[in-house]
């Protein structure tokens, strides 16, 4: 099981990008999928997440800004990401709550599963 995600970029202030996670595998289903960042310096913080029943959770400072959506059938999060501002650089990782299929039958629950990172730089 592992977790793919694009979409990162530079990009000018005020522009916007599109970030994807497609979590792929022996899955069995999703808990909730969610976006986190890192700028230098500074822990890893959660930007927005999404879980199974739909309902979604979006930090104070991207909230107006920022657009978390799942795709359940393709197992795919998605991040749109407007009105970008230099605050908003850092890397941008992908994490999962999610069962998997074992070798020796029955889901196996991973609570905090991690992608690589996709970097997001935005220029004033």
């Known amino acids: 099981v592992q977790l793919q995600a694009s979409g990162g970029g530079l990009v000018q202030a005020g522009g916007s990008l599109r970030l994807s996670c497609e979590a792929s595998?022996?899955?069995?289903?999703?808990?909730?999928m969610g976006w986190y960042r890192q700028g230098p310096g500074n822990q890893r913080d959660l930007v927005a997440r999404?879980?199974?029943?739909?309902?979604?959770s979006i930090a104070d400072s991207v909230k107006g800004r920022f657009i978390v959506s799942r795709d359940n059938a393709l197992n795919t999060i998605y991040l749109r990401m407007n009105s970008l501002k230099p605050e908003d650089t850092a890397v941008y990782y992908c994490?999962?709550?999610?069962?998997?299929?074992?070798?020796?039958?029955?889901?196996?629950?991973?609570?905090?599963?991690w992608g690589q990172g996709t970097q997001v730089t935005v220029s004033s």
């Open positions: 999404v879980s199974s029943d739909g309902s979604t």
């Open positions: 595998g022996s899955i069995h289903s999703i808990v909730a």
């Open positions: 994490n999962a709550d999610l069962y998997y299929l074992s070798d020796y039958g029955g889901p196996i629950r991973l609570y905090d599963m």
